[in-house]
């Protein structure tokens, strides 16, 4: 098994849908993120959990909802998104957030909001 | 404003030759500096980093050089090869003061390695 796996790797869903994207880690870490990536962007940190604690969300939209049940697995709630919400998503895990450790990504959820 | 700059969208090498892919920070409280490679339909992947308190990290083909008085970061790649073509990544962490040790991303530089 890879070590950061995410469902489903494609996303088609209409502005008025409900759909969540999730995340597994197997590398028994205790930080995890949700980065975005757009086009011709750099990647944007969007939530930070640390022991299923959220300790950073970097002024996301509400329309997007992060879960951390336990730390090996990570969701992302999406809910009346925008055609400008189309973008790459990708999940990672790190050892903690403090301390200079490199994150682990998975293979990203491609979203496209139609 | 972007806090991790790459400026160069692309870079096209020869097989064999010296890559050289350039980063460049605005941040002075960054202090640990990470690249990372990415393949199409895949996640980055984590390559090579270095500490401020370094100026070169070497790993077998790739090397990372850091210039703290310039805010810049290089990553030489040699020699490189065919499989190394992929979009790089430099990223930057440090203390900001929230506890938490989050990565700042440049938006890539696509490299081309002709065989």
């Known amino acids: 098994e890879t070590g950061v796996t995410q469902t489903p790797r494609h996303l088609v869903m209409g502005m008025t849908n409900k759909k969540s994207l999730k995340c597994e880690q197997h590398?028994?870490?205790?930080?995890m993120y949700w980065y975005k990536q757009s086009a011709k962007k750099p990647l944007e940190l969007m939530f930070v959990y640390s022991l299923e604690e959220r300790v950073e969300n970097n002024s996301v939209p509400s329309r997007f909802s992060p879960e951390c049940p336990n730390s090996s697995h990570l969701f992302l709630h999406l809910h009346t998104l925008q055609p400008e919400d189309s973008a790459l998503y990708l999940c990672?895990?790190?050892?903690?957030?403090?301390?200079?450790?490199?994150?682990?990504f998975g293979q990203g959820t491609r979203l496209t909001v139609v | 404003d972007q806090q991790v700059k790459q400026n160069s969208p692309s870079l096209s090498v020869q097989e064999g030759r010296i890559s050289i892919l350039n980063c460049d920070y605005t941040n002075s409280m960054f202090d640990y500096f990470l690249w990372y490679k990415k393949y199409p339909a895949e996640g980055p992947t984590f390559l090579i980093s270095i500490s401020s308190i370094k100026d070169k990290n070497e790993d077998g083909r790739f090397t990372v050089f850091l210039n703290k008085s310039a805010k810049h970061l290089s990553l030489h790649i040699v020699p490189s090869q065919p499989g190394d073509s992929a979009v790089y990544f430099c990223a930057a962490s440090g203390q900001d003061g929230g506890a938490t040790n989050k990565l700042i991303f440049g938006t890539g530089t696509l490299l081309a390695v002709q065989p």
């Open positions: 590398l028994g870490h205790n930080a």
């Open positions: 990672a895990s790190s050892q903690d957030v403090q301390g200079y450790t490199e994150a682990f």
